[in-house]
């Protein structure tokens, strides 16, 4: 696609459930990022994907986040037993090759746990 | 550990004036850095960047200032116009990890 596409665009969700956002970056694109934005805060990093492996998922707050790439394209944030704490956007941003230009981010998924 | 502070929230300046955006950060091996303007409900957009091996760069009404000694870097858009108004972050990278500031909201009142 033209850019970088984030599904839903909205996710309200109970305490304890289990969500997957996606992520489907722009094509071509080996690198491929996921972020979280708190209200009033920058985007954080989560996790980096060069390919299918995570290059480094240093940012993952704890064992309840997991994310995947299988085939190398689109990713799958996953998030187990949520917690009114993981309420925030959810951004996914892709570059060719990796390196810190060339970014394009995706409009971001809203979530909220109630 | 916050590595990338802007430490203001907001800015509103005139329309055809000087707009003049901040930030500070605090490691010094950081070697990329770049500014990203966001509207509401969309992904922040690549604006500008710079090289730490160098100290402005300018692209039409846009400049980043680099101060390496000083750790400190500066957006400026001149003239502003109203459609700048938006969220505007700073960030800092080394190698694939790119550290954000918390935004600055510039509005440009016509």
């Known amino acids: 696609g033209a850019g970088v596409s984030q599904t839903p665009s909205n996710k309200v969700t109970e305490k304890g459930k289990y969500v997957e956002l996606r992520c489907d970056p722009i094509?071509?694109?080996?690198?491929l990022y996921w972020y979280r934005q708190s209200l009033g805060q920058g985007p954080e990093f989560l996790i980096y994907?060069?390919?299918?492996?995570?290059?480094?998922d240093s940012g993952l707050p704890n064992d309840r986040f997991f994310a995947v790439r299988p085939e190398g394209s689109v990713s799958t944030l996953k998030i187990q037993r949520t917690e009114r704490g993981d309420s925030a956007v959810y951004l996914c941003a892709s570059s060719p090759t990796g390196g810190s230009y060339g970014y394009t981010f995706g409009s971001g998924t809203r979530l909220t746990v109630v | 550990d916050q590595q990338v502070k802007q430490n203001s929230p907001s800015l509103s300046v005139q329309e055809g004036r000087i707009s003049i955006l901040n930030c500070d950060y605090t490691n010094s091996m950081f070697d990329y850095f770049l500014w990203y303007k966001k509207y509401p409900a969309e992904g922040p957009t690549f604006l500008i960047s710079i090289s730490s091996i160098k100290d402005k760069n300018e692209d039409g009404r846009f400049t980043v200032f680099l101060n390496k000694s000083a750790k400190h870097l500066s957006l400026h858009i001149v003239p502003s116009q109203p459609g700048d108004s938006a969220v505007y972050f700073c960030a800092a990278s080394l190698n694939n990890d790119m550290r954000f500031g918390a935004g600055t909201r510039l509005t440009v009142k016509p």
């Open positions: 994907f060069q390919g299918t492996g995570a290059a480094d």
């Open positions: 094509s071509g694109h080996t690198a």
